[in-house]
């Protein structure tokens, strides 16, 4: 690199020796034309030796374009005259100073620098008072392209072998966007050069993948969009196999819930059991073995709704079909009959009095978790 080196230097002072000599003589005699070849010489031999000349050269940035807004670290390499020293280092953007460095290595930081082109060098000043101009380094500072990724949604599902459509989103401010390519993690699964940027990914296997697409524009700058995560997993097989549907319980009895789990393409890592939304127990699975369970005791009277899912090993999950069962207070209840006139029953209540049952007409009739039948002729009775 080409350094312009100006100042006051060995050589000069060998010219202001010639300049002395030549005015002290006053005559052009054969002897003063011979110690002005000498002088002359010293002086063009000053001139050619590099010890004397200081030196500095712009080390980075190289001639590149930086995505805005930019923070960009100017470096020189500076050198001085033989025994001098530098006593600065200046750092341009055109013809306005940005920094100064007085100590190796020489550097500043160009911080919050907006869209342009700018040209850049430094100069170096030693001891001596040489001053020297380092090479210039053009730089753009661009606005890089935005990119997002709009299908398919984070955290999708798909059953394995499917083709899974990938779009994407993508415009630059100030320029144009060349290419959007996909990803999944590092490799590369397609690029579109032109709008709409969308791409086809087929046959895709069972896994777990994280997509991305990245925007190229016309200046060469990049930009990543998010990641999404999706899941190619065909669905588990997860079934309560005890109780019952409809079973009944005493609240002291323990009710013991236990299901089935398979996965056609990995393994079942765990089953999760819930009464309503409440979860009520989770039981690690086994390799080899496919059925689970947990026992539960002191049941609230009522009805309770069983439901148990299995997680994957992939990280997806099954709901079973839901399992409904009552549980009866283990406690006797007293119910109060009325009779008509004829003995026939009509009403039944609850120790509060609340009505629990009412002859209407039909032939069946049932209160609390227990029904009474009575033939729609009773033996006697008058209608």
């Not at 002395?20 to 005699?29: E, K, P, Q, S, V």
């Not at 000498?38 to 031999?45: I, N, P, R, V």
């Not at 030796?49 to 500076?78: D, E, F, G, Q």
């Not at 609390?368 to 033939?375: K, Q």
Request: hydrophobic share 40%; with cysteine; aromatic share 8%.
């Amino acid at each position: 690199m080409t350094a312009t080196t100006i100042g006051n230097d060995g050589a000069n002072r060998a010219c202001g020796m010639v300049k002395a000599i030549h005015n002290g003589l006053g005559r052009r005699t054969s002897s003063s034309r011979n110690l002005l070849g000498l002088c002359l010489a010293l002086c063009t031999g000053a001139l050619a030796n590099s010890a004397w000349a200081v030196s500095v050269s712009l080390t980075a940035p190289s001639n590149s374009v930086i995505a805005a807004p930019a923070t960009i670290t100017l470096m020189a390499k500076a050198t001085p005259g033989a025994g001098r020293r530098i006593l600065r280092v200046n750092f341009f953007r055109g013809t306005t100073r940005i920094g100064t460095d007085i100590s190796a290595p020489y550097g500043i930081t160009w911080s919050n620098v907006p869209r342009g082109t700018y040209i850049l060098s430094a100069s170096a000043i030693d001891s001596g008072g040489s001053v020297a101009v380092s090479n210039q380094v053009v730089i753009r500072v661009d606005t890089p392209p935005t990119v997002s990724l709009t299908s398919p949604a984070d955290n999708a599902v798909f059953t394995p072998g499917v083709n899974i459509p990938l779009a994407a989103s993508a415009t630059d401010a100030d320029e144009f966007v060349t290419k959007v390519e996909f990803f999944s993690g590092g490799t590369l699964l397609g690029t579109q050069i032109v709008s709409p940027y969308t791409f086809d990914w087929s046959n895709v296997p069972s896994g777990k993948y994280t997509l991305t697409a990245r925007a190229t524009d016309l200046v060469g700058l990049v930009s990543t969009s998010a990641p999404v995560t999706i899941t190619v997993d065909a669905p588990s097989a997860v079934s309560i196999t005890s109780p019952a549907n409809d079973a009944r319980f005493v609240s002291s009895a323990a009710v013991t819930i236990s299901a089935t789990a398979v996965d056609a393409d990995g393994s079942i890592s765990q089953i999760e059991f819930f009464d309503g939304a409440t979860p009520i127990g989770t039981v690690l699975t086994i390799p080899g073995i496919s059925t689970y369970g947990v026992t539960l005791a002191n049941l609230a009277a009522g009805t309770h709704t069983l439901t148990a899912r299995a997680t994957d090993n992939l990280g997806a999950t099954t709901t079973s079909t839901a399992v409904t069962i009552t549980v009866n207070s283990g406690v006797a209840q007293v119910y109060y009959i009325y009779p008509d006139h004829l003995n026939t029953p009509r009403l039944i209540a609850d120790s509060t009095g609340t009505t629990v049952w009412r002859w209407d007409r039909a032939e069946r009739q049932s209160f609390g978790s227990w029904s009474l039948r009575f033939p729609f002729e009773i033996p006697g009775a008058v209608f």
